[in-house]
């Protein structure tokens, strides 16, 4: 059986691509990346919740915790750091954070070489508009940690042709719990705020999904 590392962050995307990637008989490997952002402890509560539950209950390994703090890189005021995420209507390109694929996949690429497992799959979507999303940046990846480990590793970004809306369609189809799956930035004790424009972006995808979108939001669904 041939193992994935999948960079796991408790939310919509990265929830369907483990499933995703279970349901093709991989043996699967969760790894967390804890860069000292505002929403990573709720996020770990996520994960525990996901692996808990089918279908990822007794399929995959338990989860790896990394850290790689960046807090001595964005500064101390960043919006990140401090959880004060772009509201509902500012766009995408709002939620940038420089380098961010690039920290994920090296510490996860150096855990893959000490495993020996040989893929490692992240959940970037279709029009991600970020430099470290694209085919390009993850085959150069790819070659550069096999070089430097020296451990042949692929790089793959298996949703990088779906939209938000088909990966709730395939998680239902999986049977991922979506509703425990969280997309929020500024989330409190756990709850979607339902004002930054993750929170947007996931109920939308809902609606467009034609599928109910059973979230808790703090202050209600996005828009409504």
């Known amino acids: 059986m041939e193992a994935s590392a999948v960079l796991l962050s408790g939310g919509l995307d990265s929830a369907v691509l483990a499933a995703a990637e279970i349901d093709a008989g991989r043996d699967i490997w969760p790894m967390h990346v804890r860069a000292g952002l505002a929403w990573e402890t709720a996020e770990a509560g996520a994960i525990e919740r996901?692996?808990?539950?089918?279908?990822?209950?007794?399929?995959?390994?338990?989860?790896?915790?990394?850290?790689?703090?960046?807090?001595?890189?964005?500064?101390?005021?960043?919006?990140?750091?401090?959880?004060?995420?772009?509201?509902?209507?500012?766009?995408?390109?709002?939620?940038?954070?420089e380098g961010r694929n690039i920290t994920l996949m090296a510490k996860a690429a150096v855990v893959c070489a000490r495993l020996g497992i040989p893929r490692l799959v992240l959940g970037p979507l279709a029009g991600n508009p970020f430099p470290d999303a694209t085919p390009e940046f993850f085959d150069t990846m790819a070659r550069a940690m096999s070089l430097g480990l020296a451990?042949?590793?692929?790089?793959?970004?298996?949703?990088?042709?779906?939209?938000?809306?088909?990966?709730?369609?395939?998680?239902?189809?999986?049977?991922?719990?979506?509703?425990?799956?969280?997309?929020?930035?500024?989330?409190?004790n756990g709850t979607h705020c339902g004002r930054c424009n993750k929170c947007r972006e996931r109920h939308e995808a809902f609606v467009e999904a034609g599928i109910t979108d059973e979230t808790t939001y703090l202050h209600g669904a996005p828009g409504l």
């Open 151 to 188: 451990h042949t590793l692929t790089i793959d970004a298996p949703f990088r042709e779906l939209h938000k809306a088909d990966v709730i369609r395939l998680g239902q189809r999986l049977g991922v719990p979506l509703a425990i799956t969280l997309s929020c930035m500024q989330p409190v």
């Open 50 to 97: 996901l692996l808990a539950a089918p279908p990822f209950k007794r399929r995959a390994h338990p989860i790896r915790s990394l850290a790689l703090d960046m807090r001595d890189v964005y500064p101390a005021r960043h919006w990140a750091v401090e959880g004060r995420a772009p509201a509902y209507n500012e766009p995408d390109d709002t939620v940038y954070l």
